[in-house]
């Protein structure tokens, strides 16, 4: 069964930083790329980043482009996502979410059940 | 980028009904639409990929079609279940983006 586990959301003050974390288990996590999506409370949803299989291919939206940097680590089954420079508009649940397939254009099949960010001082 | 918009906004019905929520993307995006349910304090849910495929375990009630930059999903007869909001996403290419939703009513 895939899982996907969020963690590290909490409270920061504008102008900090957060890494959030999601843990990846009951699929090859190095055969899939996978994003960040978010939710602000009483939104839609926005995506947020990208980041391929190998780590070779990232993306961003423009909203965090400069201030958030996906990574992951294959060996831990493991994604991640450091938010510097949060501002009161980054509050959201941030959900990590898995292709539904390894190759070619898919949607996003599983998603974790989100980690709360709140920016505010 | 590619803008996703759906209608309605909002949209109230009862038990039984049929019901039809739109999505337009700016561009053209060939079959690379995906369809999701979202029910208060959950993730989102895959019901449609491809436009018009349905995901495993999703019930034959619903339904999408569509291709280029016009879009559907029909539900054809609302259960109790089925009231939450529904988002339209393209994946044809990066910035993927979602519609704004469409939040199913009980009338």
């Known amino acids: 069964e895939v899982q996907l586990v969020e963690s590290g959301g909490g409270l920061v003050q504008p102008g900090g930083s957060l890494r959030l974390s999601c843990a990846a288990s009951?699929?090859?996590?190095?055969?899939?790329?996978m994003n960040w999506v978010r939710q602000a409370p009483g939104k839609g949803l926005e995506w947020v980043s990208y980041?391929?299989?190998?780590?070779?291919?990232?993306y961003y939206a423009d909203s965090v482009k400069g201030r958030f940097t996906i990574s992951r680590d294959n060996a831990k089954n493991s994604l991640y996502l450091q938010m510097n420079s949060l501002r009161a508009e980054d509050t959201a649940v941030y959900y990590c979410?898995?292709?539904?397939?390894?190759?070619?254009?898919?949607?996003?099949?599983?998603w974790g059940q989100g980690t709360l960010v709140t920016v505010s001082s | 980028d590619i803008q996703m918009t759906q209608s309605p906004s909002t949209l109230s019905a009862s038990v039984g009904d049929r019901v039809t929520i739109t999505c337009r993307a700016s561009q053209s995006i060939s079959s690379w639409l995906a369809w999701y349910q979202q029910k208060p304090g959950k993730a989102p849910k895959l019901l449609i990929y491809?436009?018009?495929s349905l995901e495993s375990g999703v019930p034959s009630r619903f339904s999408g079609s569509g291709s280029g930059t016009e879009f559907t999903l029909t539900i054809s007869s609302l259960q109790p279940d089925d009231f939450a909001t529904y988002y339209c996403q393209q994946y044809n290419s990066y910035p993927c983006s979602f519609g704004q939703g469409t939040k199913l009513e009980i009338k």
């Open positions: 980041i391929s299989s190998s780590s070779s291919t990232i």
């Open positions: 491809k436009a018009s």
């Open positions: 009951g699929f090859t996590f190095s055969s899939y790329s």
């Open positions: 979410a898995r292709p539904k397939l390894w190759f070619g254009e898919s949607p996003l099949g599983y």
